[in-house]
């Protein structure tokens, strides 16, 4: 434990606290079983003037990272200052574009589950057709495929489709979304994978089948869900929450 202060205290104030935070939501991401491989991006903006960023070691699983192992980047997604471990300059093209384009974007993640793939591929989209769907629904924003992003032209595409909304369906691809902190980040990608998971268990009735909200409903329940609210319902009551049930199971991601 002295080590892990020693190294606390010589980064910048904050640098350990969201180091910590992002630790948790790589492992909260294996935990809920939305991982990759070793693929696939969650990062966070180190406070402070500099421009850094704190990204998982290309090598590791997401159920390994610990706060100290978490590789701290420049917006090229090189490293700063010494690392044992190595990173993915490619995987950080979409969340250099929303870092620098977003001041409010301190953190930004991104999936490939099943189910958000699933949804991605839908002519449709995200269905207003459950509570959980509505709720993430009205902060979503659509993205087209243009190939695995290691292109950095389409940084600035992306940027303009997200334009203000906290949560981006990559067409054919995937899941992500932003917050001002790991904790509000996190929540609205609960609500963006359970959205996509139920609405590919609901369309196995067929589309035709679906009960259809009252007309107004979604733009009501939109309203409900402001971001304002979802960043405090994260960052007062389930983020807490979040971190306690990982405490029980495995704590070694403050390491």
């Given at each position: 434990m002295a080590t892990l202060a020693r190294e606390s205290d010589a980064m910048d104030p904050g640098e350990w606290e969201v180091r910590v935070d992002l630790a948790a939501a790589y492992r909260l991401v294996a935990l809920y079983g939305w991982d990759d491989l070793i693929f696939t991006h969650l990062s966070v903006r180190v406070p402070g003037p500099k421009h850094h960023f704190l990204i998982n070691p290309y090598n590791m699983m997401f159920e390994e990272i610990t706060a100290s192992s978490l590789v701290k980047i420049d917006v090229e997604g090189k490293p700063v200052g010494a690392s044992p471990y190595p990173v993915n300059p490619a995987g950080f093209v979409i969340h250099s574009a929303i870092h620098m384009a977003r001041?409010?974007?301190?953190?930004?993640?991104?999936?490939?589950t099943p189910d958000g793939q699933?949804?991605?591929?839908?002519?449709?989209?995200?269905?207003?057709?459950?509570?959980?769907?509505?709720?993430?629904?009205?902060?979503?924003?659509?993205?087209?495929y243009e190939g695995i992003a290691t292109d950095l032209e389409e940084r600035e595409r992306l940027v303009q489709d997200?334009?203000?909304?906290?949560?981006?369906?990559?067409?054919?691809h995937g899941t992500l979304t932003v917050g001002d902190s790991v904790a509000a980040c996190f929540l609205r990608l609960y609500f963006l994978e359970r959205a996509c998971?139920?609405?590919?268990?609901?369309?196995?009735a067929g589309r035709e089948n679906l009960n259809t909200p009252p007309q107004g409903t979604p733009e009501k329940v939109a309203m409900q869900s402001a971001p304002a609210g979802m960043g405090m319902l994260a960052k007062a009551l389930a983020w807490p929450a979040l971190l306690r049930k990982l405490d029980r199971i495995d704590a070694s991601y403050r390491d």
């Open positions: 001041e409010d974007a301190a953190a930004v993640m991104h999936l490939h699933a949804v991605s591929a839908m002519a449709f989209g995200l269905l207003p057709h459950t509570q959980t769907s509505m709720i993430a629904g009205g902060d979503v924003a659509y993205h087209d997200l334009g203000s909304k906290n949560a981006m369906i990559l067409r054919n998971q139920a609405q590919v268990k609901m369309l196995s």
